[in-house]
């Protein structure tokens, strides 16, 4: 991501005072590596700032709120802790009865979904 929007970030998460220092500049140096068109997992946030989930979650809608990133979704494995690869655009896109490839588990959306963040605006 660019400076300016990186900037708008900074400042908006500053404002709504959900991350400590250390976190925001820590969340800040893992945002610059992001571009359009990349996703964002929320567990990815949750491990590298040392986060809980809901805290993880909440910086995560503030950027969608910014019309940076938005919401798409992902078929998880709960039983091998494996994601599916394929990522879809809406909850009603997804499959039911999809089975997995590593454990042949039978994955629902409502169960089995994990909500992830697709970069839409990154400066340019
Ligand atoms: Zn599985």
């Excluded at 910014?66 to 979704?73: F, I, K």
Aim: hydrophobic share 35%; with cysteine; net charge negative.
């Amino acid at each position: 991501m660019l400076p300016n929007i990186l900037l708008k970030i900074e400042n908006s998460l500053k404002d709504k005072d959900i991350l400590s220092i250390d976190e925001l500049i820590k969340f800040m140096s893992l945002l610059r590596r992001y571009k359009k068109g990349e996703w964002l997992y929320p567990g990815v946030l949750i491990r590298k700032l040392n986060i809980t989930s809901s805290k993880a979650y909440k910086v995560l809608e503030i950027l969608k709120d910014m019309d940076v990133l938005e919401v798409n979704y992902e078929l998880y494995c709960h039983t091998c802790n494996t994601f599916e690869g394929t990522i879809y655009e809406t909850f009603s896109q997804m499959p039911t009865g999809h089975e997995c490839e590593g454990c042949d588990t039978e994955l629902q959306p409502l169960i089995n979904s994990i909500v992830i963040y697709k970069v839409i605006f990154d400066g340019e």
